[in-house]
């Protein structure tokens, strides 16, 4: 045994296992007691409606061994159901696979029926344990370095195509989806 492999928790161990089997694990943080929400963004095209319980929290999921796997940043995307991240992060990471470089400001085609996202940079003061957690134990655990990179996928409004940056953008929209890159006007 490693003196390295000695203290891997199974959380950690079930990561590790992930990436290995399918190229990335993926976590997925939700409201407290919160079986999925009755509707996606993108399920139907019917917008999401959550409880007045759900208003401060945040729904996300990310990638872990995107690093590893595609040597690429992590990614992060809000507001949809455990499925549909999962659905939209394996989709990038297949994308990375087969040669899609991310980068800011990038349109990704083919995650989402009939609509195209954004990468957008996410901040370094951003990546944080709260939204990264598992990548931060990941990039210590693999290089013994911080992680400093991360994607974050924004999706569009079903019904218009604007995305949070867009005048006229709705507002739950936005609300779903927070900005953790820069979001002046020279971003």
Partial sequence: ???????????????????EEFGCHITVVSPPDDDE???????????PEFDDDDEDQERFAYSVGFTKTVKQPEVIVFGFS?????AVINGLLDMCREGLVMEDWKEIDGLLKGHRC??????PECIVPFYFNSAIWFAE???GRDLTRAMQLVWPGVD????????????????LQPPLYRTSLNS
């Fill in 1 to 19: 045994m490693r003196d390295e492999d000695w203290d891997v928790a199974g959380h950690e161990q079930q990561i590790l296992e992930n990436i």
């Fill in 37 to 47: 929400p009755e509707d996606d963004p993108y399920d139907d095209e019917i917008e």
């Fill in 82 to 86: 455990t499925e549909l991240s999962a």
């Fill in 118 to 123: 954004v990468l957008r940079e996410v901040e």
């Fill in 141 to 143: 655990h693999e290089t």
């Fill in 160 to 175: 218009d195509g604007l995305f949070p940056w867009d005048k006229g953008c709705s507002e739950l929209v936005r609300e």
